[in-house]
């Protein structure tokens, strides 16, 4: 592979953080500002509208998230686009680029899961619940039972397919699922990594074979934790 040296005149019209060669350290000076990785967490199941984006990251101004948005477009990671009719609107998408950070942040998301300041029962966006199944599922068992999963929260609905490869999830509504597995966040974290079973208060309702939807349970479980 050929090595490209950045000239002087290029280095200032960039922002630069880190003297640095190292991948890890680019890395950062595209999303190691606050907010910026969640922004990418919540367009990798497609484009949103600024508004989506800002109702699943509480606490984020107007004026940063639009700050972040266009440093993450600069960057190559985020595309604008307008959604097609009936829609018609402007939103914000990832680049097939800014899509590959996903294993980033699956393996960052498992890696700090194992910290004891950890809150499983914190805030969790549905982007991010469906990210936890694709980095926490056992794929070796999962390539043993295929089933399709339809989750439907409020206001978002997604289609997981479970097979070889471990679990493929995209936002889109399904009537020919195995199991469709109707609730918030919270009832699918303690239905699915609790283990606290279905269709009690505050536990996902379930539609389908109840042994099927065990063996569905059973493919996830939180990583352990290092002593504190």
């Known amino acids: ?8 005149l290029e280095k200032t019209a960039q922002r630069r ?7 890890t350290a680019l890395a950062l000076e595209f999303v190691g500002e606050r907010w910026a990785l969640l922004i990418i967490r919540e367009l990798m ?7 989506e984006i800002r109702s699943n990251l509480p606490g984020i101004s107007a004026n940063v998230l639009t700050q972040r948005l266009e440093s993450l477009e600069e960057a190559g990671i985020v595309v604008r686009r ?18 590959e950070a996903e294993v980033a942040i699956r393996e960052m998301g498992r890696w700090a899961a194992r910290s004891p300041r ?15 199944l694709r980095t926490l599922i056992d794929a070796e ?51 699915i990594y609790g283990k606290e079973g279905f269709n009690g208060d505050g536990l996902l309702t379930l539609a389908g074979d109840p042994a099927l939807a065990q063996r569905f349970v059973d493919l996830f479980a939180l990583p352990e934790k290092i002593a504190s």
């Open 1 to 8: 592979m050929k090595l490209e040296k950045i000239t002087g």
């Open 17 to 23: 953080w880190y003297d640095d060669a190292c991948g």
């Open 45 to 51: 199941f497609g484009p949103r509208r600024f508004g």
């Open 82 to 99: 307008r959604l097609p009719s009936p829609a018609n609107v402007q939103a914000y998408d990832l680049t097939d680029w800014g899509r």
């Open 118 to 132: 950890h809150d499983p029962f914190a805030f969790m966006s549905t982007a991010s619940a469906m990210i936890s």
């Open 141 to 191: 068992r999962a390539a043993t039972t295929p089933m399709v999963v339809a989750f439907e929260f409020p206001n978002d609905a997604f289609v997981a397919r479970v097979g070889e490869g471990g679990i493929a999830i995209a936002r889109s509504e399904t009537r020919d699922a195995d199991l469709t597995l109707t609730g918030d966040t919270m009832a699918m974290r303690r239905t």
